[in-house]
């Protein structure tokens, strides 16, 4: 908005600012334009600010302290979602516009209608996705736009189908160009997008409006997607449950075969972020809760026992005399140790991780809320000076990467009843990690009646996703199991690590009759239907009446 505004003077465009008429007109300054897309992604956060990974909270897989139980408990002046993303598709529209006057190549056209389109799409699932029924808008609007400005909402279902036809559109005209790149848009990144927003809406259909024909025409669609990147032969897993872990604490991505595009932080250019000093600081911050840890199975494939979680004191080195649970986490999925400390992180029983490394001297004392330290974004060669800055992390962040398509990939084929090719890709993800390919646990747990591979792929993405983009949150949503987040029914969620009486900061924590760190009293949120969608917030139905509002609020 600000590009495009100017003083008007006389009728005549300032010598010195951009209008639409003198700024559309060389590829150059179409590429400077969409440059604002990748801003979308903020991944770990930009200096300091708070990304998707880690900080979302609205999950079972952390147990925090002293927040809204809700991101949203009552109907606010306005929302970034919806504010954030209608100016983000008018930016779209704007560029959609005005590309035939641009001189350039049909390819390179065709490349950048399909990026606008495929941004647009995105921006109108970020809105329905959290909201429901809302707006198409496929053109900059003017006050004559009186049915979108003013008028009622329409409904999800249209406004998804037409995000289809965007989506559609992109992946089959953005070409080669960028298409070896794994930080720009490419082919592969609209598939990518494509298959996240189709695995929503197909799974949506599905659980909450018992729709099969919807259903299916979505997994499909989701399948499809998954199969162009994973057939494509330009993505491999990283090996070995190292490797699993190098995708999200490495300084560089570049040459990883995973990444189907990744931000890149640098120090060089003051672009940082904060999520390795979140999660080895000495204030408490949010840890792993024990309903997240109790998900892992065990390493020969088998369910675990629940209650088979008691850490052990150390005999050796730093660890001596201290609570740790390496042994619990040499018999689990090796993916957990790779994402919490095999040293139990509380107030009383803190300390720097990795310690004796000349680059961590002087490093804080490490201390989480539920003791189960989150080890998967650090990365211990970053001198301490840096890694504990709320300015100073620069490990690169993956924004879509193989791991998250082949997830996709089984679950529509699952959902779709092609139980082979489910099976196929969620075993690649287990033997990347060394666990045994899948078979039937027959978990307890499993009382909503899906099958059992249905269940395991769940868990799936719940162990290989923990505490990515809050996947947890949104999979809940599209699951139709919300419910799981009510804290009365589930109280493993506000739960930690076990401490026995006798070992060290034992009195400096909260805990239950059974020894488990407990949360409860500081974090208790209860379950309503209406939490599946987010009010509309009454900066809107001032200005139109017409607009309504979600069931509920």
Aim: hydrophobic residues 35%.
């Amino acid at each position: 908005m600000v590009l495009f505004t100017s003083c008007d003077l006389l009728n005549n465009d300032p010598y010195d600012s951009f209008t639409k008429d003198n700024f559309f007109t060389s590829e150059t300054n179409v590429e400077m334009y969409t440059n604002y897309f990748y801003a979308e992604w903020k991944g770990y956060g930009n200096n300091g600010s708070y990304g998707t990974f880690y900080f979302p909270t609205l999950n079972d897989n952390q147990a925090v302290t002293g927040i809204t139980p809700w991101d949203f408990t009552t109907i606010s002046a306005t929302d970034d979602t919806w504010d954030a993303s209608y100016v983000e598709v008018r930016r779209a529209n704007i560029l959609l516009e005005n590309l035939d006057g641009v001189p350039m190549d049909e390819e390179t056209r065709k490349y950048y209608n399909s990026l606008g389109r495929l941004y647009r799409a995105w921006q109108h699932f970020c809105v329905v996705r959290k909201f429901g029924d809302c707006y198409w808008v496929d053109h900059s609007l003017t006050t004559e736009d009186t049915d979108i400005l003013y008028g009622p909402r329409q409904d999800r279902n249209f406004v998804m189908d037409k995000m289809l036809e965007d989506l559609n559109y992109a992946v089959e005209n953005m070409g080669t160009k960028n298409a070896d790149s794994r930080t720009a848009y490419n082919v592969y990144v609209a598939q990518a997008i494509k298959a996240q927003i189709c695995l929503f809406e197909g799974t949506y259909a599905k659980y909450h409006k018992n729709d099969k024909e919807r259903s299916d025409k979505y997994l499909v669609e989701a399948k499809k997607a998954a199969d162009a990147i994973i057939n494509s032969g330009k993505f491999e897993l990283t090996p070995d449950a190292e490797g699993y872990r190098a995708n999200y604490n490495s300084l560089d991505l570049a040459g990883n075969t995973e990444m189907i595009m990744y931000k890149q932080y640098l120090e060089s250019a003051k672009l940082r972020h904060a999520t390795q000093d979140y999660c080895c600081g000495s204030t408490p911050t949010n840890g792993m809760s024990k309903s997240a840890f109790n998900a892992y199975l065990k390493k020969d494939g088998t369910l675990a026992d629940k209650n088979d979680d008691h850490g052990v004191l150390g005999t050796e080195g730093y660890d001596a005399g201290k609570p740790v649970i390496y042994h619990l986490l040499e018999a689990r999925d090796p993916r957990l140790a790779q994402q919490i400390d095999g040293y139990l992180c509380y107030v009383g029983n803190n300390r720097a991780r990795y310690e004796g490394i000349p680059e961590q001297e002087g490093a804080a004392q490490n201390t989480v809320t539920t003791g189960y330290g989150i080890l998967k974004f650090d990365e211990p060669v970053t001198p301490s000076s840096l890694r504990q800055s709320t300015t100073g992390n620069v490990t690169d962040c993956p924004l879509f990467w193989l791991a998250e398509i082949l997830l996709t990939h089984a679950e529509a084929c699952a959902e779709l009843g092609e139980e082979a090719d489910a099976k196929t890709s969620l075993n690649k993800l287990r033997t990347r990690v060394g666990m045994p390919e899948y078979a039937p646990v027959n978990d307890p747990a499993n009382t909503i009646g899906v099958s059992d591979l249905i269940w395991e792929i769940r868990r799936e993405r719940r162990v290989e996703l923990m505490f990515d983009n809050n996947d947890r949150y949104w999979s809940l949503i599209r699951w139709h199991q919300l419910e799981l987040l009510d804290t009365e029914k589930n109280p493993d969620q506000t739960k930690g690590a076990w401490i026995a009486d006798n070992w060290p900061g034992a009195n400096d924590v909260k805990r239950d009759a059974n020894g488990y760190i407990d949360l409860t009293a500081d974090y208790v949120r209860k379950f309503d239907e209406k939490h599946y969608l987010a009010p509309i917030p009454t900066s809107q139905s001032v200005v139109n009446p017409q607009i309504g509002q979600n069931p509920g609020w």
